[in-house]
């Protein structure tokens, strides 16, 4: 991972992860571009940051959720550009099993601040 690339991420996953704590929706739709596209736990395509809002408004309201991100993977595709791809696993305080689930997002530079174009969860396991 470059040090840049290293950086936005952690950055970036560190604010997800505080905002996933209380389900936050404005402060993580800020964490994404204007244009992102969100894939999250159900099939519907969310679409900008009024779609993450969307999403994170209809989760269910777990009294104390928390999410920890291992296996991160971040490559610089470009100078206004970042690939990420990891491993995050979600504890819902017992309210029902833990989740994990594959994540990628693609992380780019907008208006001078690195924003979320792009998320996809996905099944940790194999689908075939």
């Known amino acids: 991972m470059s040090n840049e690339a290293h950086a936005v991420v952690s950055t970036i996953i560190a604010k997800w992860c505080a905002g996933f704590v209380t389900l936050d929706a404005a402060a993580l739709s800020s964490l994404y571009s204007s244009n992102a596209f969100f894939f999250g736990s159900n099939p ?4 900008g940051r ?3 809002v969307d999403y994170f408004n209809g989760l269910p309201r777990w009294r104390k959720p928390s999410a920890v ?7 610089q595709a470009g100078p206004d550009l970042i690939n990420m ?6 504890d819902l305080g017992g309210e029902r099993d833990d989740l994990v689930v594959k994540m ?7 208006g001078g601040d690195w924003k979320i174009v792009n998320h996809h969860a996905s099944a ?4 075939i």
């Open 44 to 47: 519907k395509l969310y679409r």
């Open 50 to 52: 009024d779609g993450v």
């Open 69 to 75: 991100f291992s296996d991160v993977n971040a490559a």
């Open 85 to 90: 791809a990891a491993t995050i696993s979600f």
């Open 104 to 110: 990628s997002w693609v992380i780019i530079r907008e």
């Open 124 to 127: 940790k396991a194999p689908l």
